[in-house]
């Protein structure tokens, strides 16, 4: 069974900060996409960032980067220069090849950028 | 500009009153599923769509129906609401369930928070 662990129900970042989001996963599929979900107090679920388990570079998107450890089953968004805009909660996701292919989620955490 | 429209967006209703959350996306996806968020627990999968005329449960598909006639539409159905169904409910889709090695996102309506009394 795949598994999504976030650890940090809340984190906080002092603005134009980096900070870390923690995610872990487990699964015995050969093959997964990880992906990073953002939703902010409106409620809708924004995409912020894919990697592929057999990519041989950890993702980047703008100011989204994704730190992928495939031996410590880890994948930890990291947010530089934090901006106010950036408070919301995060969710990671894992999507593997077996089953129904469904999205497995993780409870999220909530990030607060203090000005 | 492509989307996943779900309707309505905020609903109150009383146990026992039957119900449809409405889905439609324009991408052409053949992958559809349905979430409720509850706090604490992340996103947890309802029910989910392969194709048209292809459905089948996920994690939690007590209490709740689903229909995929047309490729575009997959609506919820709660045939007799209880207080326990109080969520917010997200429809997504994507482009094909088993690219894994492509970029398979998906993409999210913007919710429904649905409260039964």
């Known amino acids: 069974a795949q598994k999504i662990t976030q650890t940090q129900p809340g984190m906080f970042v002092q603005e134009k900060e980096a900070v870390t989001l923690d995610c872990t996963y487990d699964t015995s599929d050969p093959s997964y996409g990880l992906f990073w979900y953002k939703q902010p107090s409106s409620g809708e679920m924004i995409f912020l960032i894919y990697q592929g388990s057999y990519d041989q570079q950890n993702a980047t998107e703008g100011r989204y980067s994704l730190n992928f450890q495939k031996a410590r089953k880890s994948a930890n968004l990291v947010i530089s220069a934090s901006q106010l805009g950036d408070s919301a909660m995060y969710f990671c996701a894992m999507r593997g090849i077996s089953g129904n292919n469904d999205m497995r989620f993780g409870a999220g955490t909530r990030l607060t950028v203090k000005p | 500009e492509a989307q996943v429209t779900q309707n309505p967006r905020y609903l109150i209703t009383v146990t026992g009153k039957k119900l449809t959350v409405t889905c439609s996306q324009n991408m052409n996806h053949e992958y559809m599923s349905w979430y409720r968020q509850d706090p604490g627990l992340g996103l947890r999968q309802i029910y989910y769509s392969m194709n048209v005329e292809v459905t089948d449960k996920g994690d939690v598909p007590e209490g709740y129906k689903v229909s995929r006639k047309e490729k575009r539409n997959f609506p919820l159905i709660l045939e007799s609401p209880s207080p326990n169904q109080t969520s917010l409910y997200f429809c997504?889709?994507?482009?094909?369930?088993?690219?894994?090695?492509?970029?398979?996102?998906?993409?999210f309506g913007a919710g429904t928070r649905l409260s039964v009394l």
């Open positions: 997504a889709s994507s482009s094909s369930a088993t690219a894994i090695l492509a970029k398979n996102i998906q993409y």
